[in-house]
């Protein structure tokens, strides 16, 4: 199994990029976002990979980071999400997006990915608010990148809340009320504001 690509971009054709390992060319198939960050044909480029076998091929998909990797596989767990909608949905939504998008249960932001309706949408919400392990809350760059507060605060604010036993979904649903009354919080602001809001 390939868990790792680097080498030379050679070609960027609709949602693959085919990358040029010493010789030999792979094709990996990437949402829009993680294209859109690869350099141009020629720039060195390396991609977390994700390989699915049939009887009939094997395929690659290509992420930036190991956290979009993850969610890539978490949100093909949700029947009637397969790989081309999963990959949409992480070239609508950045990963951090996404778990606030599923803490909250915002059905409309999921619904932005094209090939998603107010249904699937729904499903994926539901289902996944329990399932979401902490370090993939508020994954990925800061929520907020005008914000000065450290970046990766928010997840391990959720992370010390799920270690005193509450659950990731409510960790991440206090967390993210606490971000919208302070988006320049720090870990220890929002762990106190966090348990403030798990208190009501």
Request: aromatic share 4%.
């Amino acid at each position: 199994m390939i868990g790792k690509l680097s080498g030379v971009v050679d070609a960027i054709d609709g949602e693959r990029v085919l990358i040029d390992v010493n010789g030999v060319g792979y094709i990996a198939h990437c949402s829009a976002r993680t294209l859109a960050q690869l350099p141009a044909p020629g720039g060195r480029a390396t991609l977390i990979i994700e390989t699915q076998m049939t009887q009939e091929q094997i395929k690659l998909f290509g992420f930036g980071a190991a956290q979009e990797r993850d969610w890539f596989q978490l949100l093909q767990s949700v029947q009637g999400v397969g790989a081309k909608v999963a990959l949409a949905i992480l070239g609508a939504l950045a990963p951090a997006e996404l778990a606030q998008a599923i803490a909250k249960g915002d059905k409309a932001q999921v619904a932005r990915a094209q090939g998603v309706g107010p249904k699937l949408a729904q499903r994926i919400t539901n289902e996944l608010k329990d399932k979401v392990p902490a370090g993939l809350v508020f994954a990925g760059p800061a929520i907020a990148p005008k914000s000065g507060r450290p970046d990766g605060a928010a997840a391990e604010a959720v992370s010390a809340l799920v270690n005193l036993g509450y659950a990731p979904q409510q960790a991440s649903e206090a967390v993210a009320r606490a971000l919208d009354g302070d988006p320049n919080a720090r870990v220890e602001t929002l762990i106190r504001a966090g348990l403030k809001e798990l208190s009501r």
